[in-house]
């Protein structure tokens, strides 16, 4: 259930302009790796906590059932934005069930149709279930980052959702 939770609070990070503002500070990342997996800007990560919390609380999920799937969640997030490139056929079949690293690459890729996709965080079902799988395919030279803008140093991306240049995005 958290995961399910997980997978529309992603959405909903790319489809609201607000929201939007924080999390491009994640994806302005010009090279994936696990580092990435924790480049948040620290507004969202409240956003983010608080928003969680109360889903926790109304749903009623135990607290051992939380710890246990922040700790896979953890360890998930870290491995799909790894560099690793698995064997094909393994990462093919370990893609069915979770999410790989050549499905979160589409999703940091620097083009707005791929990143705009690829929302799920642990099980990968979630995108084929809604229909937000990108039929595009990770490849070696892939640009990462957003579409238009690069990486700035950390001043600017603490600043970025405040500034009306951040808002480079139109409500879908």
Do not use: C, K
Not at 34 to 53: N, Y
Not at 56 to 84: D, W
Not at 120 to 144: E, N
Request: neutral net charge.
């Amino acid at each position: 259930m958290l995961d399910f939770w997980i997978y529309w609070w992603h959405r909903l990070n790319h489809r609201w302009p607000l929201l939007w503002r924080f999390h491009e500070v994640h994806h302005l990342d010009e090279f994936l790796d696990a580092t990435s997996a924790l480049r948040f800007h620290s507004g969202e990560v409240l956003l983010s906590a608080v928003v969680r919390a109360l889903v926790i609380v109304v749903a009623g999920v135990p607290l051992a059932s939380v710890v246990v799937f922040e700790t896979v969640l953890a360890v998930v997030v870290m491995f799909h934005h790894s560099n690793l490139r698995l064997p094909r056929a393994f990462e093919r079949a370990l893609s069915l069930v979770i999410v790989t690293p050549s499905i979160y690459w589409v999703h940091h890729h620097a083009t707005r149709t791929d990143t705009d996709s690829n929302y799920s965080t642990v099980l990968s079902v979630w995108d084929r279930l809604f229909g937000s799988r990108s039929p595009s395919r990770r490849v070696v030279d892939m640009a990462i980052g957003v579409e238009g803008h690069h990486e700035e140093p950390i001043a600017g991306l603490l600043m970025r959702p405040f500034l009306p240049a951040a808002a480079s995005r139109q409500e879908i």
